[in-house]
C-alpha cells in the first residue's frame, strides 16, 4: 500500500542521511586534527545533503500519517479528470520507479540497475521484462524477458523524457510511435495513430494530493492495450522517467 511505498522512501532518505552526517564529521575531525584550514567547507556539502535528506525523512513520514488507503479509489474526481481503473500513479524516487494503481498499491516497478540496465518488477518483485543499451547503438534499446528472449526493441530520438519528441517502440507484432503533446506530457500511438497510453504531469486532482505529490506523473491506458503491451510499455515509460 501506499504506507509502505512511503515508508520505504522514508527509510531511504534515514539512512542517507546518516551515512552524509557521518562522513561530514569524520572530515571535520581529521581536518581539526591535521590542521587543514577551512574545515568548515570541506564537511559542508555533507551536512547540507544530511539536513536535505533528514527534511525528506521527515516529508514522506507525514505522507504515511496522511495516506488514508482506503480512501483511494477508482472514481471520477469532481474536480475534472479522476484516475481510473486502468491508470498509474508513477512514483520516481532516486533510481526507481513505482507504478501504484488508483487503490494505493504498487502494481509495478522500474529499477535502474546501473550500465544502463532497467528492469520491470511486478508486485511480488518479481522480474518481468530488462531493457538495456544495444552493442550496435545507444539510441537502440532492446528489452527482453528473463528468458533472455527479444520481445521489443526501444528507438530513441532524445535523452531527457519531457522534452522527447519522437521515437518508437516496436514488438512482434505491434509498433507504438512516442510524441510529445507538450513539455509535460507524451503519449504513445498506435500505428493508425490512436492514444495507447499517455503521460501526464500537473492535473493532480486536489483529493489525491494528499496521496499522491501534486506533480506525481499519472499513466492512462486505453482499454486497447493487451497485458503483454502494458508492460512493455510501462518498462519504457519508467526508462523514460529516470532518464
Known amino acids: 500500500m501506499m504506507k509502505d511505498i512511503y515508508i520505504d522512501f ?11 552526517a557521518h562522513i561530514a564529521v569524520f572530515l571535520l575531525i ?22 536535505l535528506s533528514t527534511l525528506k525523512y521527515f516529508g514522506y513520514m507525514k505522507k504515511t500519517l496522511l495516506v488514508e488507503d482506503s480512501s483511494i479509489g477508482a472514481k471520477k474526481s469532481s474536480e475534472g479528470k479522476g484516475i481510473q481503473e486502468d491508470d498509474f500513479v508513477a512514483l520516481q524516487e532516486g533510481q526507481e520507479v513505482f507504478f501504484v494503481n488508483p487503490n494505493g498499491i504498487k ?14 518488477y511486478d ?9 538495456t543499451a544495444s552493442s550496435a547503438s545507444k539510441s537502440i534499446l532492446s528489452i527482453r524477458n528473463q528468458n533472455q528472449a527479444l ?5 530513441e530520438t532524445e535523452q531527457k523524457t519531457w522534452s522527447i519528441s519522437n521515437g518508437k ?26 492514444e495507447i497510453v499517455g503521460a501526464q504531469r500537473g492535473w493532480m486532482p486536489t483529493q489525491w494530493q494528499k496521496s499522491f505529490p501534486s506533480n506525481a506523473p499519472i499513466i ?19 526508462y523514460l522517467l529516470l532518464q
Open 220 to 238: 492512462t491506458f486505453s482499454g486497447d492495450a493487451k497485458t503483454d503491451s502494458r508492460e512493455l510499455l510501462l518498462i519504457t515509460i519508467g
Open 107 to 120: 502494481s509495478y516497478v522500474v529499477r535502474n540497475r546501473g550500465k544502463s540496465i532497467f528492469t520491470l
Open 30 to 51: 581529521a581536518s581539526i586534527l591535521l590542521k587543514v584550514p577551512h574545515t568548515h567547507w570541506i564537511s559542508t556539502p555533507f551536512f547540507v545533503i544530511s539536513l
Open 123 to 131: 508486485e511480488k518483485n518479481f522480474p518481468i521484462y530488462t531493457i
Open 169 to 194: 517502440l516496436v514488438t512482434k507484432g505491434e509498433t507504438f510511435k512516442l510524441s510529445k503533446r507538450h513539455h509535460e506530457s507524451f503519449v504513445f500511438l498506435s500505428e493508425n495513430d490512436s
Open 10 to 20: 522514508s527509510n531511504q532518505y534515514i539512512k542517507q542521511s546518516l551515512w552524509a
Open 151 to 155: 520481445k521489443a526493441a526501444f528507438y
